[in-house]
């Protein structure tokens, strides 16, 4: 007679998620430098062997954790559904916004510091960063402003138009939010408000880019 099938372990996903959060935290307060692998396990509740477990090493955790912050901050699965919408180009773009705008109010865990950080001083995982969870998202915005514009892939124009939509975002993103600063207001005012500012001015600026070129 067969032995009946155990049911798959789950205690190992439950640890790999306990590090990632630890971390997570720790490295959004100390750092790329500044958090040490016994310090994360302490805080997760793990043995150190448990990072080169899920992680392969400290940095293999510490790029989980920028990755994992940064799909908070834009999640590529999300963008791949808005892109492949029936709606409208420039209700792709708003859309896009509004969901940009609201994660960066959500201040409730360590995403956002933690890619703040990281923009602010970069560490030697910075090109994963870009290479892996950045360009994929840019391309797609970039689809969705080339819509918009009729800027072609590939002319430097359109890399211009996504600096321009997100650099407001990250301007935000970074923003010291302990330390007093003429910045401070912005998330201080409700996240509509500042949501419809953004996408009133993006809007306006891509058909008036679409408008010169036009001519």
């Known amino acids: 007679m067969s032995k009946p099938r155990r049911a798959p372990r789950t205690d190992g996903d439950s640890t790999r998620a306990k590090l990632l959060d630890a971390a997570g935290r720790l490295f959004a307060e100390c750092g790329y430098a500044g958090a040490a692998s016994k310090a994360i396990c302490e805080a997760a509740g793990t043995d150190l062997a448990a990072i080169n477990y899920h992680f392969g090493n400290r940095d293999g955790l510490y790029r989980a954790v920028l990755h994992e912050g940064h799909k908070h901050f834009v999640s590529l699965e999300d963008l791949t559904a808005l892109a492949q919408s029936v709606l409208s180009p420039q209700q792709k773009l708003e859309a896009f916004i509004d969901g940009m705008v609201a994660s960066l109010f959500d201040d409730k865990g360590w995403h956002n510091r933690v890619c703040a950080r990281e923009v602010l001083a970069p560490s030697p995982h910075f090109a994963s960063l870009i290479g892996e969870g950045v360009m994929p998202k840019f391309r797609l915005v970039a689809d969705i402003l080339g819509d918009i ?42 996240v509509e408000e500042l949501a419809a500012h953004l996408k009133r001015f993006a809007v306006a600026g891509l058909l008036a880019e679409r408008s010169a070129r036009q001519r």
Do not use: E, K
Request: hydrophobic share 45%; net charge negative.
């Open 149 to 190: 514009t009729g800027i072609p892939p590939g002319d430097p124009a359109l890399a211009r138009c996504v600096v321009s939509i997100m650099a407001p975002c990250l301007m935000l993103l970074v923003i010291d939010r302990d330390t007093p600063n003429p910045f401070q207001a912005l998330l201080s005012q409700p």
